[in-house]
């Protein structure tokens, strides 16, 4: 039995839009948070029963490698990735005694998917030149990712952020 979230409120990834320090309101941030950690949160809770029932569980969240390494400070996207991670880290504490797995995995700016759809080949071609793979990470190589932790395969993984970035962020 396995959970995949991967929540996220309509946040445009635009850094020239982006509101600065000085302008971001809380109401950018409640709304993030209320997608990232809400949404995990009443996922998980609604899938615990089945776990139990299962036996197992595996849960398996999506956050950022820019809380680690913030290129572009979306302020509010990445403090709600962040808790995440903290979200992540205390029910697989919490959840272990019902051999739940809670695992979270990071990429950054994946070539192509709806969110990255207005990226200049450029940006792509900068990410990728800062990499040691020399590229960015596809949606389908992201995804593979996913598959590991839903698998038995990742059965003794349980509270890391593995960062699926082609080695942009070590870490």
Do not use: W
Not at 5 to 13: E, I, K, T
Not at 104 to 121: K, N, P, Q, V, Y
């Amino acid at each position: 039995m396995t959970t995949v979230v991967n929540a996220l409120v309509d946040f445009p990834f635009d850094g020239d839009a982006r509101p600065k320090a000085e302008d971001i309101t809380a109401g950018r941030f409640d709304a993030q948070f209320s997608g990232a950690v809400h949404g995990a949160l009443n996922t998980i809770q609604l899938a615990v029963p089945d776990f139990e029932k299962a036996g197992f569980g595996r849960v398996v969240n999506i956050g950022t490698d820019l809380f680690q390494a913030p290129s572009v400070p979306y302020h509010d996207y990445t403090a709600a990735k962040a808790a995440l991670l903290s979200l992540t880290r205390t029910f697989c504490k919490d959840l272990g005694s019902k051999h739940v797995t809670v695992n979270m995995f990071s990429g950054g700016l994946l070539r192509t998917t709806d969110a990255s759809a207005a990226t200049l080949e450029e940006v792509f071609d900068m990410i990728a030149a800062g990499a040691p793979l020399g590229s960015t990470t596809t949606p389908e190589e992201f995804g593979d990712t996913a598959v590991f932790f839903a698998s038995p395969l990742s059965r003794a993984v349980t509270g890391p952020n593995l960062l699926v970035d082609g080695g942009l962020v070590m870490g």
